[in-house]
């Protein structure tokens, strides 16, 4: 059984600073992660994927895979209020990525103005 | 582009009755994934639908059943409902013919079980 392992949290960041989330994956065989915010009450919603070794960035946000360490960390930069949420880390149920997605319990992070 | 939409928004059901949830893909998403998300846990994969056919589980028992509609929209159906049914039901589409896979949410179906 594929595990995502995420801290719970809350995580707490002022505004302004950067915010990082970590994620830890068991399948060495999965080829690509996602991560998704969540608002309360709201469905999650896509912030980016990541495929490949190394970063990626795109606007605020920094997604980070080391494939060897079965790692992958999001940063976001210039924190807002607005980016205080659950954030949720995933790949695919089956390495192919023809299924759905496993996913983590997901890092509540609070932006302190 | 039309996202996906997901109906009834809230049900209130009893123990051992059975419930129909409905999901509409997003225009040009042809897979149709359902998920389970109890509070404070990440979604599970229930199962997923592509081309009218279950096409990858998770851990869920028979009783949690799907179809999926010529025109890819999907209905979740479970039946003998328990109290631990308890949840917030999303409907995720994507297209298989792009990678890497992205999958897009609905709103979601609160179902209450008492």
Redesign the interface.
Known sequence: QKEVEQNSGPLSVPEGAIASLNCTYSDRGSQSFFWYRQYSGKSPELIMFIYSNGDKEDGRFTAQLNKASQYVSLLIRDSQPSDSATYLCAVPHSGGGADGLTFGKGTHLIIQP | ETGVTQSPTHLIKTRGQQVTLRCSSQSGHNTV???QQAL?????????Y?REEE??R??FPPRFSGLQFPNYSSELNVNALELDDSA?Y?C?SSS?DR??????????TRLTVL
């Open positions: 994934s359902w998920y404070g846990q990440g979604p599970q994969f229930i199962f997923q592509y096409n990858g998770g851990n917030l999303l995720a298989r990678g890497p896979k992205e999958q897009f949410f609905g709103p979601g």
